[in-house]
């Protein structure tokens, strides 16, 4: 099924809503009401697992059950104190690139805002610098403190084929699941969607999930964190020239089957594609490969830059091409 020309907007439209809700680790209420909202139009049946993920499931009488993975959570800015002087000294629940996220504006529950600044260490260069709440000449509400978790707040923005915002390295991978569950209604294989929660501070819920839903194969969803700088064993990925099918991260190796479905459904349609090794998968995809007896597990990621900072950037263009491949290979017969 080819997908309608507007899917486009509709697809940044929720992207930007999911990325304008606050959702760090253990705190993922509003992300989480907000996908709620998202699933309502998609009649599918939601339900929250005691970890707080969301669960959703279109059936389909025949053909394989497969899992659409995407963690709910972002970088959040944990209270351990507030001095005397009215500062809130703070530790990162997450990847955080900290020396390049001072000067940020974070919020917190209730409104509350504040600059995230750095504190020199004793030896710099050794360790990362501490990190800092802001609040000027006022002293913060008395609803900043120690375990208070902030984020940041950054505003959406727009620029041509490039979407720039907060938390897109987990939203992205959210907006693309909800979509392709939209826009697969004759999908050949039962879809489940698993968005899991504290996925910046290890993967215990995506495990969880894969345990609970026991898919027959699994797609984990995200991006691919882009850097100038490349590792001998990586492959150098470019934002814009579509989403990275991953063969191998870390301790991470792709199904072969699954993978060599993505990459076939991708070249039939002529969808841009990039086949990468990389560093990183932080989609969760070993903890539910590794799940049950094994679960066969492939990876879609979509290049960004700015991962680990309060400013990250994507390309419309393959998020685009990143749906219509997950509609693809959703509506195919499962390989025998």
């Known amino acids: 099924m080819a997908l309608a020309r ?28 907000s996908v ?8 599918l049946h939601a ?49 955080l690139r900290a020396a390049e996220c001072s000067g940020a504006e ?27 709440a802001d609040f000027g000449s ?49 999908a050949a294989n039962s879809l489940v ?15 969880a999930a894969a345990a609970e839903l026991a898919p027959d194969g699994v797609i ?9 700088r490349r590792e001998p064993e ?9 989403p990275a099918i991953v063969v191998r991260t870390g301790r991470f190796v792709a199904d072969a089957r699954l993978t060599e479905s993505l990459i076939d459904a991708a070249t039939r349609a002529r969808l841009p594609h990039q086949i990468v090794v990389a560093a990183l998968n932080p989609t969760g995809a070993e903890e539910m490969q590794a799940a049950l007896g094994g679960i066969p597990t492939a990876t879609v990621l979509v290049p960004a830059t700015g991962v680990g900072t309060p400013l990250q950037s994507v390309d419309s263009g393959d998020l685009e091409a990143a749906l219509e491949l997950l509609v693809r290979v959703l509506e195919r017969p499962p390989a025998r």
Request: hydrophobic share 40%; with cysteine; proline share 7%.
């Open 138 to 186: 006022r002293l913060p509400d008395p609803s900043v403190r120690t375990g208070s978790m902030g984020v940041f707040a950054t505003p959406w923005q727009v620029e041509r084929s490039l979407v720039r915002g907060k938390a897109l390295d987990s939203r992205v991978g959210v907006t693309l699941a909800l979509h392709a569950a939209r826009g697969s209604r004759r």
């Open 234 to 242: 990586t492959t150098m990925a470019r934002i814009g020239k579509g």
């Open 220 to 228: 984990t969803l995200g991006v691919l964190a882009l850097t100038e």
């Open 106 to 132: 974070i919020r917190f529950p209730h409104g509350v805002r504040a600059v995230l600044g750095c504190a020199s260490t004793s030896a710099p260069g050794e360790d990362p610098p501490r990190l800092l």
């Open 6 to 33: 507007h899917a486009h907007p509709a697809l940044l439209d929720t992207l930007r809503r999911l990325a304008e809700a606050d959702g760090p680790p253990g705190r993922e209420g509003g992300v989480r009401r």
């Open 47 to 95: 339900q929250v697992s005691p970890l707080g993920s969301l669960y959703a499931e279109c059936r389909s009488p025949k053909g394989a059950r497969v899992m659409l993975a995407a963690n709910l959570d972002e970088v959040g800015l944990v209270v351990s104190h507030v001095d005397r002087n009215g500062f809130a000294w703070l530790h990162p629940a997450g990847e």
């Open 36 to 43: 709620l909202a998202e699933l309502k139009p998609a009649s």
């Open 193 to 207: 969607l698993a968005l899991t929660t504290l996925g910046q501070v290890g993967q215990r819920a995506a495990r």
